[in-house]
């Protein structure tokens, strides 16, 4: 099996050379649920699970980012008899999409790693959403891949001029591509993002195409494909879990489970690619610190007052700001839970997590 078609460069070749001459072979993930994953390496495919100590240490130290995520490589030793490998370490996350997991728990659910490029798809239907595309661009920057708004169903739409230029006006410096998979108008468009060892991963409420798409690019029912609900526009769950495929003309791609809304978990600089128009506008303010609410000369609000800045994409701005202030919040009470419960080393440990950077490197000691 030549890795190389499965992102293999010369970058990790170097990475791994230590842990090779330490016996270990290297593979990727290609799909995860609950914990067992299925791994591509030289040898082929393979049934895979974690080692005891990743296990034990994710699972005390309440860190998801410690468990394998679809896209890493990783270390493993096989078991020929078996067919199976155990899994010991991974190579450096040189990206990776990210979400705070549902609910009041503050993890973090890293949904694809190492991606070159996220396609947010949004459906041209009713269901299409200035905002949800500007959210989703947010975590897009965040995880150090390239974003491209994939604008599907053309065929369906009837006001085409009116979104398009919507989708323009939030997604500043982003390619947007009009498409639709059953007519397959567009999608040549996207061929520039299908090189070889190059791996993209959609992102998009369900019903959006993310699973027809995923066909049409591979040339086979890859993928089941449920029909949107007739009554509102919106759509029915169809990907349960993430999965790596290769693409037949070169290129990998990742599908992911639709997501009504993603939470947020790293929002700082993608707030500030996001919203750049507005950060602009901001150095305008008399108070460097001003948070665009009820002090005097805002910049910010002058512009929405004066209309030169949509007053829906300030509110949103807003709205997103708050959110990542309040995570953090949640973040500093989690730490001290912790530190109350386990000790201050746990603590120390889980804060690491908070506070490292997209490219973490989680390898063997």
């Known amino acids: 099996m030549d890795l190389v078609h499965w992102g293999w460069n010369s970058i990790r070749e170097e990475e791994f050379s230590i842990f090779k001459e330490q016996g270990f072979c290297v593979g990727r993930i290609v799909s995860e649920h609950k914990h067992l994953y299925k791994v591509m390496t030289i040898h082929g495919e393979l049934h895979a ?25 990783v270390l493993v030793k096989i078991i020929e008899h078996e067919k199976k490998a155990i899994i010991h370490g991974f190579l450096s996350r040189m990206s990776k999409l990210s979400r705070k997991v549902s609910g009041n728990k503050v993890y973090e659910q890293i949904v694809a790693a190492n991606i070159d490029f996220v396609f947010l798809l949004s459906s041209l239907n009713n269901e299409f959403n200035e905002r949800r595309l500007e959210r989703g661009l947010v975590v897009s ?12 169903k053309a065929d369906l739409c009837t006001d085409m001029a009116a979104k398009v230029a919507a989708a323009q006006r939030v997604a500043r410096g982003v390619s947007v591509h009009i498409i639709s998979s059953i007519t397959h108008d567009g999608i040549e468009s996207l061929s520039r993002y299908l090189r070889t060892g190059s791996t993209i991963a959609l992102l998009g409420s369900s019903g959006v195409g993310k699973s027809t798409l995923v066909n049409c690019l591979m040339g086979e029912q890859a993928q089941r494909v449920n029909d949107i609900r007739q009554d509102d526009d919106k759509g029915r769950h169809t990907t349960t879990h993430r999965e790596l495929m290769i693409l037949p003309n070169g290129g990998l791609i990742i599908d992911t489970p639709g997501m009504r809304e993603i939470q947020l978990w ?3 600089d993608g707030l500030n690619q996001t919203y750049q128009d507005i950060e ?17 000369r805002c910049a910010v609000k002058d512009a ?13 701005y807003k709205k997103m700001q708050s959110e990542f202030a309040d995570l953090s919040l949640k973040r500093s ?5 912790v530190a109350k419960e386990r000790g201050g080393q746990y603590a120390q440990l889980l804060q690491s997590q908070y506070s490292k950077k997209k490219k973490g490197r989680r390898t063997l000691k």
């Open 304 to 316: 929405v007052f004066r209309g030169e800045l949509d007053s829906d994409r300030f509110e949103s």
């Open 333 to 337: 009470g989690h730490i001290r839970a």
């Open 266 to 268: 790293e929002a700082s």
């Open 280 to 296: 602009e506008i901001a150095l305008g303010c008399y108070y460097k610190d001003c948070l665009h609410r009820d002090e005097p």
């Open 141 to 152: 920057w965040d995880s150090g891949a390239q974003p491209v708004i994939v604008l599907t």
């Open 49 to 73: 699970e974690v080692s005891g100590k990743i296990r034990h240490d994710g699972l005390v130290l309440e860190r998801r980012d410690l468990f394998p995520a679809v896209g890493d490589w």
